[in-house]
């Protein structure tokens, strides 16, 4: 199921930003707007709660697998800026629900101890998916000279064949837990949420605008984004691993720390950067930090009932999504002023979250979630 979600999603991510620039004619200010609207079904992730009254989870992933591939399928029959955006949400329904689910479905199924190396090799798997993906586009743009939507079409029918596969033929795996179908917001997991709110703040600025970065002032090619991200994927197989069990050894605590350290300093890398040598090498070390946010899920699961997992796995996510609805479409505005200040704006958030960080016990466990501020 991971390399299913990984193949439509790196598809629609290797090719957004040369679509919306080349076909649908998009400044940063619209591709901020469109990633506003693409982020929304995170923003909605507690809704699964509901659809899991009626429908298993694992069933639920397979649902919403389907709902990525056609959304990337469909992206480009019309170059239009209403087809783009209901594609896009269609996809995003689907990729959303997915990821909420395999969070979920993880921290249930994994043991703790494992849980930090597990997620290692999930990230390597996703990461050899999307080389796959990513290759699959270069060739057919470099080789063959295939339009947009031939690619789309490849990829999301991709994920669709293997979402398939896996409903028809992988066994329903037992719940080791009852799941509480409800929404739950406890008082002890307050650090967890604030460190997921100012999380997915930060992502949005590295998924909207480093990217667009290279295609806008540096004049990426889809090819030239495609080995880009061929190499990402490359370091993180031999590397995601090794980051899960460097947290599994140091603690979520120093790896947090050490993560948002290395963040700060390379969104001021972004913002000062007139070389594009440079640009592409922050962003594949942007890339090798953020794997490092196992060590939030890890922190969650040390710290959680085990009946919480779904419920708090959809809160969570709309909790990383809140500033994800707005910042795309604010910071697109602010980048036809100053792409530095958007970047700027990201190195202070990671200071934000540094700070959030020193906060956690260096042994977190229910009942000792954090260090100053704890709630019975």
């Keep these: 199921m991971t390399v299913a979600s990984a193949i439509g999603f790196a598809v629609w991510m290797n090719l957004v930003n040369n679509f919306a620039i080349e076909r649908v004619d998009f400044t940063g200010a619209e591709i901020g707007i469109l990633q506003s609207i693409r982020e929304i079904p995170g923003f909605l992730a507690f809704t699964i709660v509901f659809v899991l009254a009626f429908i298993r989870e694992q069933k639920t992933a397979y649902i919403a697998l389907l709902f990525l591939g056609l959304g990337t399928m469909f992206t ?78 490849v990829g999301g029918g991709a994920t669709v064949a293997i979402a398939l596969f896996c409903w028809r033929y992988f066994s329903v795996f037992p719940d080791k837990v009852y799941q509480t179908k409800k929404i739950i917001l406890r008082k002890r997991y307050w650090l967890y949420y604030a460190l997921q709110f100012m999380s997915g703040a930060r992502r949005q600025i590295f998924m909207v605008f480093a990217g667009f970065l290279l295609v806008e002032k540096f004049h990426f090619s889809v090819a030239e984004i495609s080995l880009l991200f061929i190499v990402n994927s490359l370091i993180s197989i031999p590397l995601a691993p090794r980051i899960g069990k460097l947290i599994a050894k140091i603690g979520e605590r120093r790896a947090l720390i050490i993560e948002y350290i290395g963040l700060a300093v390379i969104f001021v890398g972004y913002a000062i950067t007139e070389s594009a040598l440079l640009a592409v090498l922050l962003y594949l070390l942007d890339h090798i930090f953020f794997s490092m946010a196992i060590a939030l899920k890890t922190y969650f699961q040390k710290i959680a009932d085990p009946a919480d997992i779904a419920s708090s796995a959809g809160v969570s996510f709309t909790i990383n999504h809140i500033a994800a609805v707005f910042i795309p479409a604010l910071f697109g505005f602010i980048w036809l002023y100053s792409s530095a200040i958007v970047f700027y704006a990201g190195a202070m958030i990671a200071l934000v979250s540094l700070t959030l960080a020193l906060n956690i016990p260096s042994k977190p466990n229910a009942g000792n979630e954090v260090l100053l501020g704890r709630f019975s």
């Excluded at 800026?81 to 995003?92: D, G």
């Excluded at 990729?95 to 290692?120: C, M, N, P, R």
């Excluded at 990513?134 to 079409?153: E, G, I, P, S, T």
Aim: aromatic share 16%; net charge neutral.
């Design 76 to 153: 480009g029959l019309i170059p239009t800026n209403t087809a783009f955006i209901i594609t896009t949400v269609i996809m995003s329904i689907g990729f959303h629900y997915y990821e909420t689910i395999s969070i979920s479905l993880s921290l249930q199924w994994v043991d703790k101890d494992k849980t930090a190396e597990f997620l290692g090799k999930v990230i390597a798997a996703r990461s050899a998916a999307s080389i796959v993906a990513f290759a699959l586009v270069w060739l057919l743009f470099k080789q063959f000279h295939l339009d947009f939507v031939w690619v789309y079409m």
